[in-house]
């Protein structure tokens, strides 16, 4: 390989890489001129309390993609979760027990949700489809599908600010370089990439495969139950129909933000570029007054875009090795 092709293929990777702050920065450009409110501190710290929620799923979504898992009930844990956690500080009024209750009741759905993937070898889009429907049903049930109100300051760590940055926003910093250590300064996090690239490689150098998988799911059931609270919090309420979707805005965060549905490709900042990405297009077609089933097909064509993407990268990739 001469010179020039050594440039040009440093070139494509760099590209590559950082393409999503690109389109990052494009997208920011065409709301602030849709709309000259966009650009205002108000309206960017809104989009950043309400999306601190979604990126705190995300991260942990994004694990469980790259060692080749997934979830689909994380929208119904946090409902689940998040109203007992309510309960529990009327009863209490602990934040402290809130914040532990959440925790605990998502780590154990996403600790069942482990052990059908690895030990049952139940493919992890059934099994948690299943846990789902189970979660969803469980927060109906013992609400009586009534809302849970008059929760008091169980509404400050969701509603508060810690001088201008909202409380969801320093949670979601603290959890992403939290996560970011993980993933890159761990030996778990390391075998993260290698389960998701090659599992059977994997297993044949001694790493325990089951065993990183289960980890990704009881990191994502931490982030989970911390999600819980905040989304609670921020709605002023125990909703058992509340989060509805939000694991699929988690999906598409961390598709959107580069990590490969196939596994063993992501990072943790571009799952918050991701996010904030599909965060601001909800944000202008909410300023626009876009009707809310059009930004539902939109949504959609962009988790499309994303995986259509995501294959044909991955198969130029291959392609040119084989070259």
């Given at each position: 390989?001469?010179?020039?092709?050594?440039?040009?293929?440093?070139?494509?990777?760099?590209?590559?890489?950082?393409?999503?702050?690109?389109?990052?920065?494009?997208?920011?450009?065409?709301?602030?001129?849709?709309?000259?409110?966009?650009?205002?501190?108000?309206?960017?710290?809104?989009?950043?309390?309400?999306?601190?929620?979604?990126?705190?799923?995300?991260?942990?979504?994004?694990?469980?993609?790259?060692?080749?898992?997934?979830?689909?009930?994380?929208?119904?844990?946090?409902?689940?979760?998040?109203?007992?956690?309510?309960?529990?500080?009327?009863?209490?009024?602990?934040?402290?027990?809130?914040?532990?209750?959440?925790?605990?009741?998502?780590?154990?759905?996403n600790f069942l949700n482990g052990i059908?993937?690895?030990?049952?070898?139940?493919?992890?889009?059934?099994?948690?489809?299943?846990?789902?429907?189970?979660?969803?049903?469980?927060?109906?049930?013992?609400?009586?599908?009534?809302?849970v109100y008059e929760i008091g300051d169980y509404t400050v760590v969701g509603q508060g600010s810690l001088g201008p940055v909202p409380i969801p926003v320093v949670f979601m910093l603290v959890i992403f370089l939290i996560v970011a250590y993980l993933m890159h300064h761990t030996r778990w996090g390391r075998s993260t990439y290698a389960v998701g690239g090659n599992a059977e490689a994997a297993n044949a150098s001694g790493i325990n495969t089951n065993m990183v998988i289960m980890k990704a799911y009881l990191l994502h059931g931490v982030l989970v139950g911390i999600a819980a609270v905040l989304f609670m919090s921020r709605v002023n309420g125990g909703l058992p129909a509340g989060a509805d979707g939000y694991e699929m805005d988690a999906l598409t965060a961390t598709i959107v933000g580069g990590t490969s549905f196939t596994g063993g490709i992501g990072t943790p900042w571009g799952t918050v570029v991701g996010?904030?990405?599909?965060?601001?297009?909800?944000?202008?077609?909410?300023?626009?007054?876009?009707?809310?089933?059009?930004?539902?097909?939109?949504?959609?064509?962009?988790?499309a875009v994303a995986v259509i993407w995501d294959i044909y990268s991955k198969s130029r990739n291959t392609y040119r090795k084989g070259k």
């Open positions: 390989m001469n010179q020039i092709e050594t440039k040009n293929v440093n070139f494509r990777k760099i590209i590559s890489k950082y393409s999503i702050i690109l389109i990052l920065i494009i997208i920011m450009v065409m709301c602030t001129i849709a709309d000259s409110n966009f650009l205002t501190v108000n309206n960017l710290l809104n989009v950043c309390r309400q999306q601190s929620v979604t990126i705190i799923v995300a991260l942990g979504e994004m694990a469980l993609i790259i060692c080749g898992a997934l979830d689909l009930s994380a929208g119904s844990v946090i409902a689940f979760s998040g109203v007992l956690s309510v309960m529990s500080y009327k009863a209490t009024g602990s934040m402290l027990l809130a914040f532990a209750v959440a925790i605990l009741i998502s780590l154990f759905i059908m993937v690895t030990k049952f070898k139940a493919p992890a889009f059934i099994a948690t489809l299943a846990t789902q429907m189970v979660a969803r049903g469980a927060a109906l049930y013992i609400t009586n599908g009534q809302n996010a904030f990405v599909v965060g601001f297009l909800s944000n202008i077609m909410n300023l626009m007054t876009i009707d809310s089933y059009i930004q539902q097909m939109v949504r959609g064509a962009i988790i």
